[in-house]
């Protein structure tokens, strides 16, 4: 169970981490403070595990289980500061270079403006239509697609997952979160993916996650090649000023730590990034699937979001369901894939 979220255990369990990860490592914590330490243990608990099974030849083990400690570094990384969160960095991307190495799955690191990302791509030679997918706020390029169960890939779509500015390897870089820069990266993503021979050039998609579905929508504005979108847990499209003051304390750090700024100039910035007056800019088919009860992007605000998109657009609300969507993240997440595949899939 998840201190700030307690349902989070079926999205998470959609993202690759296992049961038995997420109760060993929470069901000791008392406080919010313990659980980075509580999964950073466990990591490592995973890694010297891996390493024994690579040891005895048993590869696909190994690569199954670099990735479980992947995933709890991962939930690890934001807790820790300097030095520490730097040696938690390079423990995950010693993990997932392990993963890269060992692993069935086609992926690839990738650096577009200074931002990295993982490029997977779907078997066979293609070309394959494709998805730029940005992760929410307190997500890493590593949460989603799975390696060994890629509900992406399973659909015949490549993916080049980014850790946007202010997230993950992004921030680890020094690059902070501004107006339309996690934008910019999303256009240099579509950029590469036109140059590969597996990617259909005609066929690319955006796929956002929480804060990464403000950046998908906002895309939709500025990258004319992006033929449709999905926005996946609401993304507090508008008054962002108005979040973090009303909302958790902790949303409110992460998003200075994520822009380097505080105060008057953290605000500015946050003004800025806005679906205001841009709703209909949106003109490419758009789906947002959302929670009656987020508590992060009131219903009103998607409402008002999905009445002014420009374009074919769908809206699944789901009944009961909370920003992290825990209690239906299995069938939630297929429906918006299987959504953007089929409008991939037609042609002009």
Known sequence: MDVLWPDVTGTLLEMGFQ??????????????????????????QHLRRAED?????????AAETYHRAAGCFVRARWGFTG???TEVY???????????????????????????GLLHLPDGPGPHPAVVLYPGMDMTKEYLPVPGRNIFAE???????????????????????????????GSAAVD????????????????????????????????????????FEGGVFYDKVRFIQESQPTFGVQLAQMTGLTGDALHEVLRGMTMDGREGQVTVPYLIATGEEDELCP?????????????????????????????VAHE???????????NLSKKD
């Not at 099974?53 to 083990?61: C, R, Y």
């Not at 659909?155 to 996690?182: F, I, K, S, Y």
Request: include cysteine; glycine fraction near 10%.
């Open 90 to 116: 390079r423990e995950l991307d010693a993990a997932y270079d392990k993963v890269i190495e060992l692993g069935p799955d086609r992926i690839e690191r990738v650096v577009v403006n200074n931002v990295p």
């Open 53 to 61: 099974e690579l040891a005895k030849g048993h590869t696909l083990t």
């Open 155 to 185: 659909r015949g779509l490549a993916v080049l997952v980014l850790d946007p500015p202010g997230h993950g390897a992004a921030l680890q870089r020094g690059v902070h979160l501004r107006e339309r820069n996690a934008e910019q990266a």
């Open 332 to 342: 939630a997440l297929r429906e918006c894939v299987d959504w953007l595949t089929d």
């Open 192 to 231: 590469l993916l036109q140059t590969r021979p597996e990617v259909d050039p005609d066929r690319i998609g955006v796929f956002g996650i929480s804060l990464g579905s403000y950046f998908a929508a906002s895309l939709c504005t500025l990258e004319p090649r992006i033929r449709a979108g999905v926005s």
């Open 83 to 85: 030095e520490e969160r």
């Open 299 to 327: 219903l009103a605000d998607v409402e008002r979001l999905h009445a002014g998109l420009g374009g074919p657009k769908h809206l699944i609300v789901h009944e009961g369901e909370n920003h992290v969507l825990g209690g």
């Open 19 to 44: 049961h038995a990860d997420i109760q060993r490592a929470m069901g000791g914590v008392k406080h919010l403070a313990a659980m980075p330490r509580a999964w950073h243990r466990l990591g490592r």
